[in-house]
């Protein structure tokens, strides 16, 4: 039987860590994720920073919508939790190197010339996957980044919806396909993980903090042969992975 393969840091982790930090990344290492998923934004200078919300204040001792503000104003704030700065990209890029591969989530529009260019400077095109919610940019990322993964994030994705996905696996319609595609738990089924499985692509399942047993539902999951897990609990994946 097959098993899952990708056991994926989700944001790093989510609980008890700071998320999109070099510690909440490296907690996940040593929980025994091979794979770390971040989140990329830019700041009103063209930074490219790891992060996730629109606004600062969820995560951090900050305010203020980060599109509108420039890298020296968010540079020395610190997350809520463990009092981390929040990273540059460059900098993620650099820890994870040499440690594990790694998906960059897109979070703002316009920024994948930017994010790619710098991937490519560092040399980590084969460690790197880049992810989003438009299946034609992800195409067309492929084309001009060889050997670069993508990672099509269906639950709100642009351009190929799950019923298409399933009428279209069924008829094998498919064309242009990513290498991975992520869909919200509670959405997945045996025929979104077969449709994936024969046609080469690895279907990879987010979402598990709102359930009252979450290791019951990823336990579901991988013995339904899904090819990656999105751990938000650094715990949940130590478990797994009977570290």
Not at 54 to 69: A, E, F, P, W
Request: include cysteine.
């Amino acid at each position: 039987m097959k098993k899952i393969t990708l056991f994926i840091g989700h944001r790093g982790t989510l609980v008890d860590y700071d998320e999109n930090t070099l510690e909440a990344f490296d907690i996940a290492i040593k929980s025994g994720a091979n794979c770390i998923e971040l989140d990329v934004r830019r700041t009103k200078d063209r930074k490219l920073i790891v992060f996730h919300d629109i606004t600062l204040t969820r995560t951090t001792n900050g305010k203020g919508v980060l599109k509108n503000l420039t890298y020296n104003d968010v540079k020395n704030l610190k997350t809520k939790i463990r009092n981390q700065k929040i990273p540059l990209l460059e900098e993620a890029i650099d820890y994870l190197t040499d440690k594990t591969q790694f998906i960059i989530h897109l979070k703002d529009d316009g920024i994948e010339k930017e994010v790619l260019d710098l991937i490519d400077k560092r040399g980590v095109l084969k460690n790197c996957i880049i992810s989003g919610r438009y299946i034609n940019k992800l195409k067309r990322y492929k084309e001009a980044f060889k050997p670069i993964r993508t990672c099509f994030n269906m639950t709100k994705g642009r351009g190929l919806n799950l019923k298409q996905f399933i009428e279209k696996g069924h008829r094998k319609k498919l064309k242009n396909l990513p290498d991975m595609i992520n869909l919200r738990s509670d959405l997945i089924s045996n025929q979104f993980i077969k449709i994936c499985r024969v046609n080469d692509i690895k279907s990879l399942a987010w979402g598990f903090l709102g359930y009252k047993q979450p290791l019951q539902v990823i336990n579901k999951l991988i013995d339904n042969q899904i090819d990656g897990i999105l751990f938000d609990d650094c715990h949940n994946l130590k478990i797994i992975r009977g570290n």
